[in-house]
């Protein structure tokens, strides 16, 4: 229950963030592992909807979030673990939304 509380709680922050940016940011998933994609559709359903997900976007901020220490798989994976605690999720809504807003 805590951990899809908090996969939760940085999903809608991480889509807030986006939103406050101006970028088109897909974020889906169960909550203790999602996926976050640069892309103007509102669900992807198969892989042919993941062929329209700017790939080059996400390297960048993928990057730009390791160079601030928070740890996300290279296809846009995000998984919460029961070390992770409210403070970490804090952190890592604004550190994307600092990122986001640079790009």
């Known amino acids: 229950e805590r951990m899809f509380r908090l996969g939760k709680k940085l999903m809608k922050g991480l889509r807030q963030a986006a939103e406050g ?8 998933g169960p909550g203790p ?10 669900k992807a359903k198969d892989f042919r909807d993941t ?4 790939k080059v ?6 990057a ?3 160079d601030r ?10 998984y919460i673990s029961v070390a992770h605690t409210e403070e970490d999720i804090d952190k ?4 994307a939304s600092e990122v986001l807003s640079e790009m």
Do not use: E, Y
């Open 69 to 78: 220490k928070i740890r996300i798989i290279g296809r846009g994976l995000w």
């Open 33 to 42: 592992m999602f996926n976050i994609a640069f892309t103007d559709l509102p």
């Open 21 to 28: 940016a101006g970028q088109n940011v897909l974020v889906q």
């Open 51 to 54: 062929l329209s997900f700017n």
């Open 92 to 95: 890592a809504i604004k550190t």
């Open 57 to 62: 976007k996400l390297g960048k901020f993928i």
């Open 64 to 66: 730009a979030m390791h």
